[in-house]
Each structure stands twice: as C-alpha cells, then as structure tokens.
C-alpha cells in the first residue's frame, strides 16, 4: 500500500514530507537521523524533562515530528512545546554548541549532569 501510495505521489509530482528517522545507536552512542550526538540530564526521570525555557534554548529537546513512532527502546514523550524522543523513558536531547555530526561536546556539562547518550 505504502508503495502505491508513493508511486502515486511521485507520478502526480507531489511533494512528500522527509521521514524523519528514530534515533540510533552509532559508534556506541544514540545520535539523531542527522548523526548529532544526544544527551541527557541528570535531573530528568523518565517522562519528565526538567529542561525548559532557556536551558532548552542552549540544550534543544530532540523533538519528534507528527508522525514518527516510538520502537523499541525509542519512545515519545509530551511537552509542552511538541513530542520529545525518548531512550528507556529519559528524554534526549542536543547541545546547540555541538556543530557536526560527531561532535560530543556537551558531555560532562554543568558539573556532569550532561551525557552523551548510550545504549
């Protein structure tokens, strides 16, 4: 179905949105779909994030789109600004200083309350 429904789409010229993917685990860290490295907080449990406002300004949230799905140990949580991935409960997300897929210079942050994320 989802092949008919493409090829429909691509023979009519339609735009089709970019499906984003769940997070991953690569080179023994969880990374988003464009390889940047995610964290998490020490101060969050699962399904609750104690980053807001402007911590969430230097460490954006790794926000899901409308349409992603949780799988496997990937999961969603609600915020109030939108859906946040989650690894085993714990929100994840990005440190605005990281530039480049690899880079992983939010870990040990404000005292080592920051992680780069592991499986």
């Not at 779909?33 to 104690?50: F, H, I, N, P, V």
């Not at 949580?77 to 714990?90: C, E, H, L, P, V």
Request: glycine residues 12%.
């Amino acid at each position: 179905m989802k092949r008919i429904v493409l090829l429909t789409a691509l023979a009519l010229g339609m735009a089709l949105p970019a499906l984003a993917e769940p997070p991953q685990v690569k080179n023994g860290m969880i990374v988003d779909d464009e390889g940047m490295t995610l964290y998490t907080l020490d101060r969050d449990s699962a399904g609750t994030s104690m980053c807001n406002d402007g911590c969430a300004m230097k460490w954006p949230p790794a926000m899901a789109d409308a349409y992603d799905k949780a799988s496997g140990d990937f999961g969603l949580m609600k915020r109030g600004d939108g859906m946040q991935w989650t690894y085993k409960g714990i929100p994840l997300y990005r440190w605005s200083m990281d530039k480049q897929a690899g880079d992983a210079m939010g870990d040990g942050m404000a005292g080592g309350m920051w992680h780069a994320a592991k499986p």
